[in-house]
């Protein structure tokens, strides 16, 4: 089985980018300089009509904690439906608890919103107390992969933490490893770790996925 590269983009031009460069799935967002935000829903047009690799859209209004006011999930509830008009396929969400536990409730109520579209659960999972828990909660929401680094700064650093939840995984939910993914370290990501999925930023040059591409293509 091979290894899908996930590049995280923002423009059309870092969208080309990525797919020039061999990635096999694109998280879309805005406002990267905050973590990432909801993107325009003519930005995920354009970028549909441009590249040929699924999209996933991040679903958040503000960047900052991962705590959401009663409005800002409402927020996020309502631009799932005219993101899916404009093309998403999937959806990139991460809401917690004031204690930073996962927020079951919310999270179950954006994955229905989603409509068996799949969603990620992106890097809040990193500041949560207990992954392994966390882990499991995600699950009986229904969310189809979690993007960590196993709760280090990055998913070299993590590599073990992220081999214990891809084993405690199971194939019930998939875990995409993020966080300083390059070339020159993926590869001893994706076999510490045992991860299938990889995740890094693209901006527009395209040689920055090609390379961690090419330096999975034989695992």
Same mark, same amino acid.
């Given at each position: 089985m091979s290894v899908l590269v996930e590049a995280c983009v923002d423009s059309v031009e870092s969208s080309r980018g990525a797919a020039r460069g061999g990635a096999g799935r694109l998280e879309l967002c805005e406002h990267l300089e905050v973590g990432g935000t909801t993107p325009d829903e003519d930005l995920v047009r354009a970028v549909k009509r441009a590249v040929g690799v $699924?999209?996933?859209?991040?679903?958040? $209004?503000?960047?900052?904690?991962?705590?959401?006011?009663?409005?800002?999930?409402?927020?996020?509830?309502?631009s799932i439906p005219g993101l899916h008009d404009a093309g998403a396929d999937g959806y990139v969400i991460g809401s917690l608890e004031p204690d930073a536990r996962v927020d079951e409730a919310a999270t179950r109520e954006l994955v229905d919103a989603a409509d068996g579209a799949p969603v990620t659960f992106h890097k809040a999972f990193d500041v949560v107390p207990d992954q392994r828990a966390a882990l499991e909660a995600l699950i009986r929401c229904g969310v189809r992969r979690v993007l960590t680094s196993g709760g280090s700064a990055t998913a070299a650093e993590g590599a073990d933490a992220l081999r214990a939840l891809v084993e405690q995984a199971r194939a019930r939910i998939t875990i995409m490893a993020g966080g300083k993914v390059r070339a020159p370290n993926v590869r001893e990501i994706v076999e510490r770790a045992g991860v299938r999925e990889v995740h890094a930023r693209c901006a527009a040059d395209e040689n920055t996925i090609r390379g961690i591409v090419e330096a999975v293509a034989t695992l």
């Open positions: $699924p999209v996933f859209v991040m679903v958040r $209004p503000r960047g900052g904690d991962f705590h959401f006011t009663r409005a800002e999930h409402l927020a996020m509830m309502v």
